[in-house]
């Protein structure tokens, strides 16, 4: 086995994939993160890391990662984890938005330093989108520009109705005419649906065809985070690709928990398990315990909101009040509406939805509260980044 594995870390964020692979002895030699904020809390915690801000579609970020590693230093594992704005399962999703190509720069580190092992996470949305062909003829093209104007007059009419509504204009002549044009064209949109073969294509399946084209093996599976130990069900989808000279299979780690402890299992880890300890603890911004003040009345509408049900009866995921006995929802930052702790009247602590991402107490993070929350709803839970560490470790042991 390499007594030393070196890895670099793509879109890193805070570092809970890093972390993983870090307590499973792997060399963290580079991580890349866009936001200076957040790669100062990867900073913080990886001590011996060469972190590198910035935006890595910049060749002179590249450059800068492909500096960390030479002869002596070589890359024999990559992570990360391509920003998934444009897979989300919620809110509109566009396969030209710019976020969802990010997976080229990805493709493109991993074709220059050519590791052993890859590994890529990404939302379950990942798995229904679709993307425009590498490779367009003039009328599949054509299709598409149709198909993505017709997206965007949808958006910009549902504006105009918007604010017409908000200035009440609900009865003049502009409104009606928009309520028809939005019509229209959900109609022609409708119509257009069978034409999506023709110019699109799973993203998963362009994914791996991108790295078999750079001579790579690759898989992918959903993993979901509570069957790890992780107190939370949170799924990915994890690519792992292994260079086609390492004469190696690609496994993925095996379920070490499920609901009811069967099949020689250990039963999921609860929300209560997981935070019970912290939930009369003194407010500590050190260790990110940082209370959130409720005015009298959103206090009041806490008291009244069941378990298994939210503040704000419109919302399914924010401020939802967490069963204690059952791993929780997917831990998300929703703009400050985090959960709704299952015996206080108040919203989880940053600390708390740290606990359910697995993260060790002594982890801390740089920025304000809101920072920290978008930091911890965007990270992999770290016992699930461990679980796999350990799969990936063993392709190392025979080569």
């Known amino acids: 086995m390499a007594t030393k594995i070196n890895c670099l870390e793509l879109f890193a964020g805070c570092g809970g994939l890093g972390y993983g692979f870090h307590t499973e002895g792997f060399t963290m030699v580079c991580a890349n993160e866009l936001e200076a904020v957040i790669a100062g809390s ?11 801000a910035g935006d890595i579609t910049k060749s002179e970020i590249k450059k800068q990662i492909y500096d960390c590693f030479n002869a002596e230093v070589k890359c024999d594992v990559i992570l990360g984890g391509p920003p998934c704005v444009a897979y989300s399962m919620s809110g509109h999703r566009n396969s030209r938005d710019p976020r969802g190509q990010l997976f080229n720069d990805y493709v493109s580190v991993v074709s220059e330093l050519k590791p052993k092992v890859f590994i890529m996470e990404n939302v379950k949305g990942i ?3 679709m993307h425009d062909k590498p490779t367009l003829t003039k009328a599949e093209q054509k299709l598409a520009d149709k198909y993505y104007k017709l997206e965007a007059d949808k958006i910009m009419y549902a504006k105009l109705k918007k604010n017409l509504v908000y200035n009440n204009n609900q009865e003049d002549e502009e409104y009606m005419e928009n309520e028809t044009n939005i019509k229209a064209t959900k109609k022609n949109l409708k119509k257009m ?3 999506f073969d023709k110019f699109r294509m799973n993203v998963t399946d362009i994914i791996k065809d991108k790295f078999k084209g750079i001579g790579y093996k690759v898989d992918m599976k959903l993993l979901k985070a509570s069957d790890f130990g992780v107190p939370q069900n949170r799924e990915r989808v994890i690519f792992i690709g292994i260079r086609n000279d390492i004469d190696r299979e690609i496994t993925y780690p095996e379920e070490t928990h ?3 402890g069967s099949d020689g299992k250990k039963k999921h880890q609860t929300v209560k398990e997981a935070i019970d300890d912290l939930k009369d603890t003194p407010e500590n911004k050190e260790t990110h315990q940082i209370y959130t003040k409720h005015s009298e009345a959103f206090t009041e509408k806490i008291k009244n909101t069941k378990i298994g049900e939210s503040v704000n009866k419109k919302y399914t995921e924010a401020f939802f009040r967490c069963s204690p ?10 703009h400050g509406g985090v959960f709704v702790h299952y ?7 940053p600390r708390e939805l740290a606990r359910l991402q697995s993260f060790p107490d002594d982890y801390r993070f740089n920025g304000t509260k809101s920072s920290v929350l978008v930091q911890l709803g965007n990270a992999v839970p770290c016992g699930l980044s461990h679980a ?3 799969e990936i470790k063993k392709i190392f042991m025979h080569i």
């Open 42 to 52: 990867y900073e913080r915690n990886f001590a011996d890391t060469t972190v590198i």
């Open 127 to 129: 798995l229904t989108i």
């Open 193 to 195: 649906a069978s034409d």
């Open 258 to 260: 499920n609901t009811d």
């Open 325 to 334: 006995d059952k791993p929780s929802n997917t831990v998300k930052e929703n």
């Open 343 to 349: 015996e206080k009247n108040r919203v989880m602590t």
């Open 388 to 390: 796999i560490a350990k």
